[in-house]
């Protein structure tokens, strides 16, 4: 996008939440399908698939495929000391899920109280 001189920032989509229009107006880089999210091939439930925030989904896929772009695999990496270490904090989906009632952590990851 750099090299073509391209910009792809756009007004917010139809259909998206307003919830962050608030706070950041309503531009931004928007993803499409972002819902689809492959949660069984992260061997992640339904349930908390939902509530994993997209960043976070992203995040996921993006260091599957540096793997994969290395020409590693799971099997080759599974026993060995390899570690993955990564940051990403943002708590605009949390405030979202919050505001939809949706704010348990011990039923999101699947614990008890």
Known sequence: MLNGGRDTVTSLPPGRSVALSGSFGDQGGF???IDGFDAA????SPHEAVRLDP???LLL???WEAIEDAGLTAELLAGSR???YTSCFTSHYWNMLRS???DDIHAIMGGHR
């Open 100 to 102: 939809a009632g949706m």
């Open 55 to 57: 960043h976070h989904r």
């Open 82 to 84: 390899t570690g993955v």
């Open 61 to 63: 896929e993006t260091v």
């Open 31 to 33: 993803l499409d399908h």
């Open 41 to 44: 091939f992260f061997e992640m």
